[in-house]
């Protein structure tokens, strides 16, 4: 089990000296007071801007003949169900035939898949993954610094839905609405980047005070329990270092965020809208979005997931009983189109909804560039062909520059490469100290150099 | 997949086997590790109905909880199981931190203060440390399900003091240090302590299992005093307890709690429905379907003291005006109320409950695999493998195709096929057998215009319709032996491991003997001695995962 080695304030000075890891015990404000605060301004994004990372997931995959682009490099032909990504398509690689290995393990319908794609290896139950998701161990890497060390988010309405977990017990539960997103972010305990004016609310330190106190329970605490409370326990007590450190940036003025605008409370959900009903699951989904490139811009969070549809892709149109999923088995190959009109038409449009995300994130104006240029997503999906729960040629994209340590805008055959080629490039783009990732057969120390400048 | 497909196609039997062996011998190949040594889990996680409920017992109902909590997790099918397995994720901790802002606020507030703080600070108490230690006397036993030493309370108050300088106000210390003893692992998680001999855990650890158990809550101030006392460690004042604890009427929230995990009925906070395919559906009916279930059991568990057997034939239902549309019956009277179904009524049992039929249904139609794989596994403690990866589906459910109109005729569709058969043979009669109720619960008697047929055959025995299955189920040995190993897992916050055997056999006979009265089970589970024993923890200085315990067996 890969546990962070290093505490946050390692992470933090690691930032401050420009890369080198050092760990030492100075109390986290002696840290980020001396320097005049220019260490506190570099962990936090002041200075160079920030690069941030996030994935996107949809469910239940493609039909490969209407999804996969036919020629590679630059200026790839977009097929139909990829027609959707055509006004963002320069900021979007294509990284087709990548595979899942299962390495004689059973393939669990829409779990397996995903399962190797975040974690490395493969198992049938997110209970018994073997490696931290990806998104974790890059949030371990960079996520420090930040108001939130992750921001995990579902489009669903549903908290439950999420494959971001540090192991089989500890799942990070997402943020489901916009509503409860501007209220995590932008609410009370938001400190404005650009206001003129800072003081530290006294409040915070009597807080951060009495955290630190529970803090310091841990060592009797975890002397009378076994092996596993005791790591379960640990992992309370990270939490609690982790707040503790949030509480203490919130001591601190924040560096300027030139690309922060604050945005108007959204309307919440009207109770007993279904979100599984495309058209509400969309114009969630691109609210969030929205909200989410601001919590970007205004250094609240450096790693993001966002699940647009679960892995069984619990998507339908308002009216109609079978919804997408159940359409992937159940429907018939249309003799004379030769494919499944109704998965076609949700896979299409499910690649609109990434396009609402890509274009929210370049829509943002941040230095010389665009808030998109100084990140990275990884979009991918569960299977590939979903009738048959294909977890070879699962489709994965890489959207932005990262500050541009990447080339946007190829398409690239993995020729059935291990999906963990993806996975090793993009915590590589992201500062994580790795040179090889993967189980089994899908170990691998081959990033996808087509893409790194 | 292919080699996989070639195996199973000639015996459906193999089928089974062959996942469940690729599922376990795949864990241990992969993982290399020794299985798991560790004794059962010391420490739990409060449940967020747990959580509710401490917090209305120790500063009363009118106080909000507001807030989002980190997700219970489902273990073995239950909640409480997964108490044993879950931590507290970063996130999930702000929540709860902000949770426990929100209520210390409102206790400190001018609503509260008088009633639930009732000092302030004044000339002979200057800056208020005698007042927080008054407060922190009395609310911190409730809040940590223990006495609280002396020096512990000095110190609540002491932090009390330092806050209130920092923040300005007394009342803005008090508050801030109240919420740190909420996000504190002593309020957020049971952790288990020895007792004398080290056999059974100390007599507040034995309050905190009896109450949770019982009440759902944290102790009571008398509870506790019988574990300060030492009046638990002994049968008679056990004995004691428990009869005062059963003769409650919170007895109704232990009995509550159990159901509506073993049931999985938190699942209907989330359900969602195609309003235009079911327009009586909606979140306040989905809510109401959920404490019609509840409260039809309790009125037959607790208050008739039934037999629980009955609840699988019971025309008598908890009904209020919100059902009425989906019962398809008047409801004049306000409130909650029994109603008792005639006896030629096609509603009958739990299993033609609102709720049940739409929680195992798809938003916009009915499964009657859903239904089946969800009875034979809540029910009846059964298990079926998941689908293997690579079927075909379409010829099964094309709701379009014009020969094979009735989902029925569309299942059978699967029965010819091998790989298929063996799962949905076992899964489908349940679930056909409930075809006359739609998506919702809502009764019909044709699908497309076909008549709908709920015959069929259950543990070689035939039916016609759900209130005969119902009966069928009712004599199930299958369905009381799992109804008591649920029970003791809820209770335990575990899997029986071999040990217990004998333990859980035991009490399945002493179900039988008791008339299968599920609150005289409750009784026995709360005197077991089993029920209070200490798991020594088996020192390892490389902490281990827990998650591979989940899988043993997962398929079996």
Not at chain 1, 354 to 361: E, I, M
Not at chain 2, 130 to 151: E, N, T
Not at chain 2, 515 to 522: D, E, K, P, Q, S
Request: aromatic share 6%; glycine share 8%.
């Amino acid at each position: 089990m890969t546990r962070p080695t290093a505490s946050r304030r390692s992470f933090l000075l690691k930032g401050a000296l420009g890369g080198a890891a050092v760990t030492v015990g100075l109390p986290i404000l002696d840290l980020f007071l001396d320097n005049n605060g220019t260490a506190f301004a570099k962990a936090a994004g002041g200075g160079a801007l920030p690069i941030r990372f996030g994935t996107w997931f949809w469910g239940c995959g493609m039909i490969p003949e209407r999804w996969l682009p036919t020629t590679t490099g630059a200026n790839y032909d977009l097929p139909v169900q990829l027609a959707g990504i055509k006004p963002v398509q320069q900021h979007i690689s294509v990284l087709s035939g990548f595979d899942v290995n299962l390495d004689g393990k059973s393939n669990l319908p829409h779990v397996s898949g995903n399962i190797g794609v975040r974690t490395g290896g493969v198992a049938d139950d997110w209970r018994v993954i073997r490696a931290p998701t990806l998104d974790v161990l890059i949030a371990d890497s960079i996520g420090g610094g930040s108001v939130n060390r992750s921001l995990d988010l579902s489009a669903d309405g549903n908290p439950r839905t999420s494959y971001s977990y540090r192991d089989g017990a500890s799942m990070n539960a997402t943020v489901p609405t916009a509503s409860e997103l501007y209220a995590k972010i932008f609410g009370a305990d938001f400190q404005d980047p650009n206001k003129a004016d800072f003081k530290p609310d006294p409040r915070y330190m009597a807080r951060k005070s009495v955290l630190s106190a529970v803090g310091e329970q841990r060592r009797a605490l975890l002397t009378r329990v076994g092996a596993s409370d005791r790591q379960r326990l640990d992992q309370y007590f990270t939490s609690v270092r982790e707040m503790e450190d949030k509480l203490a940036l919130q001591l601190q003025k924040p560096p300027r965020a030139e690309a922060c605008m604050v945005p108007q409370a959204p309307a919440a959900i009207k109770a007993g809208t279904d979100l599984t009903d495309f058209e509400a699951r969309k114009a969630n989904h691109k609210l969030m979005a929205e909200m989410l490139a601001m919590t970007l811009a205004c250094n609240q969070t450096r790693v993001f997931n966002m699940t647009f549809s679960n892995s069984a892709a619990d998507l339908r149109q308002a009216g109609n009983p079978t919804g997408y999923h159940q359409s992937t088995h159940e429907e018939l190959i249309d003799a004379k189109l030769g494919y499944q009109p109704t998965v076609d038409f949700f896979a299409t449009r499910c690649m609109e909804a990434w396009a609402d995300l890509v274009q929210a994130l370049a829509s943002v104006k941040e230095g010389d560039g665009t808030l998109l240029d100084n990140t990275l997503v990884l979009a991918h999906s569960d299977c590939s062909f979903a009738k048959n729960h294909e977890v070879s040629r699962i489709p994965m994209m890489l959207a932005g520059r990262a500050g541009g340590r990447v080339k946007p805008g190829l398409h690239i055959k993995g020729g059935g490469d291990p999906v963990t080629r993806v996975g090793l490039t993009v915590q590589q783009v992201m500062g994580v100290s790795v040179d090889a990732w993967g189980l089994d057969s899908m170990h691998t120390t081959r990033p996808i150099s087509e893409v790194l400048v | 997949m292919k080699l996989k497909s070639r195996l199973v196609a000639g015996s459906g039997l193999l089928l089974s086997a062959v996942l469940a062996m690729t599922a376990v011998v795949g864990f241990d190949r992969a993982t290399a590790r020794e299985p798991e040594a560790d004794a059962p889990s010391n420490v739990r996680r409060l449940t967020e109905a747990q959580y509710r409920s401490t917090i209305a017992d120790v500063f009363g109902p009118d106080i909000k909880v507001v807030g989002r909590f980190e997700p219970d997790l489902r273990v073995e099918g239950l909640l409480a199981v997964g108490t044993t397995a879950v931590s507290i994720t970063p996130a999930g901790l702000e929540h709860y931190d902000a949770i426990a802002h929100g209520i210390a606020a409102q206790v400190t507030d001018a609503n509260h203060r008088e009633k639930l703080v009732g000092c302030a600070p004044n000339a002979q108490d200057v800056d208020g440390a005698q007042c927080a230690k008054s407060f922190f006397a009395r609310v911190g036993p409730r809040l940590y399900r223990r006495a609280l030493a002396p020096a512990e309370i000095r110190a609540l108050a002491s932090a009390a003091v330092s806050s209130a300088k920092l923040v300005g106000t007394f009342d803005g210390g008090l508050s801030t240090v109240l919420a740190g003893m909420m996000t504190s692992p002593e309020f957020l998680f049971r952790i288990d302590a020895p007792g004398k001999g080290g056999a059974q855990v100390d007599g507040y650890s034995k309050a905190s299992r009896l109450s949770y158990f019982l009440w759902n809550t944290a102790p009571d101030e008398a509870l506790l005093k019988a574990a300060a006392n030492g009046a638990l460690d002994t049968p008679e004042g056990l004995a004691k307890e428990v009869d005062r604890m059963m003769a409650s009427p919170r007895l109704t929230d232990g009995v509550r709690a159990f159901f509506a995990d073993f049931l999985r009925l938190d699942d209907m906070a989330t359900l969602t429905k195609d309003t235009l395919l079911y327009p009586a559906f909606s979140p306040a009916v989905a809510e109401a379907a959920r404490e019609q279930t509840l409260r039809t059991i309790v009125d037959h568990v607790v208050t008739r003291d039934g037999d629980y057997r009955d609840l699988f034939t019971s025309r008598r239902f908890a009904m209020t005006k919100a059902l009425g549309p989906i019962y398809d019956i008047p409801v004049s009277k306000s409130g909650w109320y029994i109603h008792e179904f005639p006896e030629n009524d096609p509603r009958s049992g739990l299993l033609t409950q609102a709720s049940l039929l739409a929680l195992h249904s798809h938003p916009g139609r009915t499964s009657p695999t859903l239904r089946g794989v969800g009875t034979l596994e809540i029910l009846l403690c059964q298990k079926t493998p998941p689908p293997p990866p690579d079927v075909n589906f379409s010829v099964v459910q094309d709701v379009n195709n014009p020969t094979l109109k009735t989902t029925r005729e569309r299942l059978q569709a699967h029965l010819t096929n091998e790989q298929c058969a063996t799962c949905h043979r076992a899964t489908d009669p349940i679930g056909l057998a409930l075809e006359q109720f739609d998506g919702a619960g809502t009764f019909r008697t044709t699908e497309r215009g076909d008549r709908i047929d709920v015959s069929g055959k259950f543990e070689r025995q035939d039916f016609n319709g759900a209130a005969e299955l119902g009966k069928i189920l009712r004599q199930s040995p299958r369905v009381s032996s799992c109804l008591v190993s649920s029970v003791w897992r809820y209770a335990n916050g575990r899997d029986p491991g071999p040990a217990d055997a004998a333990d859980v056999e035991a009490m399945k006979r002493r179900f039988t003997d008791d008339g299968y009265r599920v609150t005289a089970l409750m009784r026995t589970i709360a005197l077991d001695p089993e029920f209070y024993a200490y798991s020594r923890p088996q020192p390892s200085p490389e902490p281990k995962r827990q998650a591979s315990q989940d899988k043993k067996g997962r398929n079996s």
